[in-house]
Each structure stands twice: as C-alpha cells, then as structure tokens.
C-alpha cells in the first residue's frame, strides 16, 4: 500500500512538473518524501523544483541527500551538474567548479566539460578554459550534444579568450563544421564570428566583415526582431516625462539599509568593467547584471490598464513610486543585497532612469558613455547569444545608439545633477583620475584595489568577462577604423 501511494504521488509530482505547475508538484513531491523521506526519484524531483523557486541553498542540500540514495554514476553525475548550476547562481564559483569536476569524473560528458570550461573563462582561468574548449571540440559528440550545437559554440568561446591564436588548420575545420548538415543557424553564427576573429588576426579585416556579416545574418533569421518596438518605447519615454518630473515626484522617504549604485548604458559600453572596479572596494557589494527594476516596475503596474508609456506617465504618483521602491529593495534583499553598497548592473536600465531618480534619490546613477562609432561597432562584432537583437543588424545598432544617446540628454534635463557620465575613453587612457573621479561621485573613498581591479576574483558571465581579468587597454579605442569602408558599404553612407 505505501508503495502504491509512493508510486502515485511522483507520478502526479513528476507529471505536474512537466505541465509547468510547480505549485502542485511540490505538493505531490511534499507527500512523496513524507511517505519515504529517503526515496531518490522525490530527492531528485525537488531539487529541481527548488532551483525553480531560486532557493538554491536548500536544493545543493536536497541534491546531496539524492546522490547519497544512489550508486549510479550517471545519476549522481547529474545531481552534481545541478549543485553546479546552483553555486554558480550562488555567486560561489569555487564550489560550481568542484561540482562540474566530480560530475565528470563520475560519468564524462560534453555538456559538463563545456560548462565546466564557460565558467573557468568567467572566473579568470582562461588556460584551462581553452584545453577544455578544446577537448569538446575533439570530441564526438553525442545527438543531444549536435542538437545543443557545442562544438560549433566552444569553438566560438575558445576563439574569444584573450590572447588565443588560431591556426590555420582550426579556421579550415570550422569551415568544414560549417558545412556539416546538423550545424544549424545558431551554431553557424558562432562559427562565422570564430571566423571573422581569424581573418581579423591576420589583418584581413574585408574577410573579417563578410563572416561577421554572415554571423550576424544567422542570428538575426533564427529570432525575432524587436528593434522598431524598442525605438518607438525610447521615443515615448523622451516626450511623456515633462521637464519639471523629477521636482515634483521625487520620494522623500527614510534612507534605505542599501545604497544601490545602477551601472547602465549602451551594451560594449564599459559597463562591466566599471562593475568589475566598484565592486573591487571593501565596502562594495555587486548583484551582477538583474532585471530588479524592471521587474519592480511590472510590479507597480499590476492590475493598471496601460498600453503606451504615456498611459504609464499618467498613472505614476508618489503611490505608484513607493511601490517600485518597496518591491525594488525587496528583490534585491532576495538576490543578496540586504546592507551596504550594492552594484546593480544592467545596461537596459537607462531606459528606467525616471524610476530610479525619483523612487530612489538615494541611488547613485552612473551612465557609461562610449565613442557611438567605436560603441556601434563593438556590438556589432559580438555575439549576443540572448537579447540585444537589435545588434544582428548594423542600421539598428546606429539607431538604438542615437535613441539611447538622445533619451540620456531628456533625462539629463530632468534630473540635473543626478547621472554621472563616465566616458569609456576618458577611463582607458587616463584610468588613474577617472576611477578616483568615479569613486567620488559613488561617495566612496578611494582605495588602491580599485585600480588594480583585473586581480578581484569573481564570477562574470557577459560578453566583457575575459577583458575584466586584465588591465585596462586602449586596443578597443577607435576599433572600427580598419573596417571603415565595408561598414560605410552596409550603411550605405558615410558615417564611419
């Protein structure tokens, strides 16, 4: 009889998973381990169920208690592929590197090693990093490994490592990879930029523009492209918020346990690596990149009718910004930021900025302004692998770039005092006084660390993580020089 129930209810948990009601496979998972507290299919079921629910603590525990049930290689190597996957949103990278290692050596696989290789060039290992991206490109790789496309996308983030050369014989095999019939358009455009990075090496940067071109035609075919709905929400922004907004709804409330620091601009802007130095002070704590405000925002929203930003404008008050601000410092205690200086880095949140200045007056904001050629250019040369769709296409970047750069003049006007611009240019070539400048402006006292901030370990996954291990160079000062006339030709004028 307990065998029967037991039996029925990972049946109904296991089934209620896959629906994607995770309310009612907790609830058939609960009665499960209630039955038999040891039972390794329920073990297993709720540790996936609670890196669902982001309590990443309890489901590396939970995930323990399920490898101690088994003696199955493959299964326990599974089990710590998921510890793996929770330290590192955990922010403990140490621990996520000793979990993807045991996963291997209990039963090797492709995606292990891959992700074990991702993280070692996060972290700032990219030696080890390049043997495994090796490794899995060596391999053979298995049919969910093809439908996943790992070794056209390590050959990708091998390419990408600071430093790597690639020979000859590797740029005729992702050729031939190229031609595989399995390759499909988003392992083709991995392939292309790795291609582009081979060309550009040996300064023939034409080459180097059509794979870049080709890269970016793979990805802009295989998604959806929201480029002229976010150009007409930048639009909106710039004339629904009147000039005398942020006197009249700025909040007086009772300053905060934590003091965020929004890091925002155009991606390839510097972002990252104005992270990389705040976060390399004592006293200061990062979130990585979160979409908090933006969810914050959704919040306020909630049961309001709204279908442009002008309905938004209409509808913000001081109600409507307390509950942003409150539901804004609840998330960010959920992600770990209770006390302190808190680092929230997301780009996009220059869109948000009549939010921030007047939800959270006690928010410091500062805008990472880059050369808009140079800036143009870099995003185009990278491989966005989720968002910035607008980068697939050049005349979209240019346009994106211009809207960004006329919505900061609009919330300039607003907030007069309230946006620190730091000019990436300014920041490469004389980075001594413009870091002293930056902690100033964050009301940080300054410390030696922050200038030597390629030695802060830490975890960071955007497109900038190898470049943030290292000092500061000025290689990416006016990039797009060597390409000026094949980018002229795409645009088809002569901006560049």
């Known amino acids: 009889m307990k065998l029967d129930k037991l039996s029925k209810y990972r049946r109904e948990a296991l089934s ?17 381990l209630k039955l038999a507290p040891r039972d390794f299919e329920s073990l297993k079921l709720k540790s996936l169920l609670l890196r669902h ?20 290689p493959v299964e326990q190597a599974a089990l710590f592929h998921g510890i793996a996957n929770s330290e590192t949103e955990l922010g403990n990278w140490e621990g996520a590197v000793l979990a993807y290692k045991r ?15 991702i993280l070692l060039s996060q972290t700032g290992n990219p030696g080890e990093a390049a043997v495994l991206f090796e490794t899995v490109i060596k391999s053979i790789p298995s049919e969910q490994d093809r439908q996943l496309q790992l070794p056209q996308h390590a050959w990708y983030q091998l390419t990408r ?16 990879l190229l031609d595989a019939p399995w390759t499909t358009p988003q392992g083709a455009s991995s392939l292309h930029f790795s291609l582009a990075e081979f060309q550009e090496q040996r300064g023939n940067y034409e080459q180097a523009f059509e794979q870049l071109k080709a890269g970016n035609h793979e990805m802009a075919g295989s998604q959806n492209d929201p480029t002229p709905l976010k150009l007409d929400l930048l639009a909106q922004y710039g004339s629904a918020f009147e000039e005398d907004f942020g006197r009249t709804h700025t909040l007086k409330e009772a300053v905060a346990g934590v003091r965020p620091i929004f ?9 990252t690596l104005v992270e990389q130095i705040l976060v390399s002070h004592s006293a200061v704590n990062s979130l990585g990149e979160t979409t908090a405000m933006a969810d914050a925002i959704v919040d306020a929203m909630a049961g309001r009718d709204m279908e442009s930003i002008t309905d938004l404008r209409e509808q913000v008050d001081h109600a409507f910004l307390r509950t942003v601000r409150s539901a804004y410092l609840r998330r960010i205690e ?24 007047t939800a959270l007056p006690e928010a410091t904001i500062v805008h990472c302004d880059r050369d808009p050629k140079s800036n143009i250019f870099s995003c185009y040369k990278t491989r966005f692998a989720v968002g910035n769709e ?3 296409t050049l005349a979209h970047v240019r346009a ?3 809207a960004k750069d006329e919505l900061m003049a609009h919330w300039h006007r607003l907030f007069p005092g309230r946006i620190v611009d730091l000019s990436y240019e300014a920041l490469v070539t004389d980075p001594g006084r413009s870091i002293r400048k930056l902690l100033n402006d964050c009301n940080l006292p300054f410390e030696p660390g922050c200038l030597a901030f390629h030695e802060t370990r830490r975890h960071v996954r955007t497109a900038s993580s190898s470049q943030v291990t290292r000092p500061i160079f000025s290689s990416g000062l006016n990039n797009w020089q060597p390409y000026r006339q094949p980018l002229n030709q795409e645009l088809g004028e002569e901006f560049f």
């Open 16 to 32: 209620q998973y896959q629906k994607g009601d995770l309310a009612a496979a907790n609830r058939a998972c609960a009665r499960a």
């Open 53 to 72: 629910a982001s309590d990443n603590v309890t489901a590396i525990k939970v995930s323990m208690r399920a490898v101690n049930q088994t003696r199955d």
């Open 103 to 117: 996963a291997i050596e209990l039963d090797w696989s492709m995606a292990s090693v891959y992700s074990l290789a």
């Open 161 to 176: 490592l600071v430093g790597y050369s690639i020979s000859g014989d590797q740029a005729a095999a992702m050729l031939a």
């Open 263 to 271: 890091v925002l601009g155009m991606p390839r802007s510097g972002t």
């Open 334 to 357: 959920v992600a770990g930021g209770k006390t302190g200086v808190i680092v929230d880095k997301m780009p996009q949140n220059y869109e948000y900025i009549w939010a921030i200045a």
């Open 390 to 392: 607008f980068s697939f």
């Open 400 to 402: 994106i770039q211009q």
